[in-house]
């Protein structure tokens, strides 16, 4: 059974950094970060497959890095915005289904 753990939200100031943390149980073929965003549906962040590459929408490639050490995936943004302000969740996907994580809320204030 796959367990997905996500941490390292919080409220943060505009401008400083994001880390956040999934610790991943089991074995997947892919882990992925989202986010969802206060009236907003959820999106994709970034996601790393077990041979390391790493896979970013456009709009995202530019201001998050997604790394892999062991069981933990890692997220990392070096300037946060208010606008990246919502709850942020963890997916492993193996060959037939996707496990979430509880997700963890990250709140940047101006």
């Known amino acids: 059974q796959v367990q997905v753990v996500e941490s390292g939200g919080g409220l943060v100031q505009a401008g400083g950094s994001l880390n956040l943390s999934c610790v991943v149980s089991?074995?997947?073929?892919?882990v992925g970060w989202y986010r969802q965003r206060p009236g907003k549906e959820r999106e994709l962040i970034a996601l790393?497959?077990?041979?390391?590459r790493a896979n970013y929408p456009t709009a995202m490639k530019e201001r998050f890095t997604i790394s892999r050490a062991n069981a933990t995936v890692y997220l990392r943004t070096k300037s946060v915005k208010p606008e990246d302000t919502g709850v942020y969740y963890c997916?492993?996907?193996?060959?037939?289904?996707?496990?979430w994580g509880q997700g963890t809320q990250v709140t940047v204030s101006s």
């Open positions: 997916n492993a996907k193996t060959t037939w289904t996707r496990h």
């Open positions: 790393i497959l077990n041979n390391g």
């Open positions: 089991g074995s997947t073929i892919s």
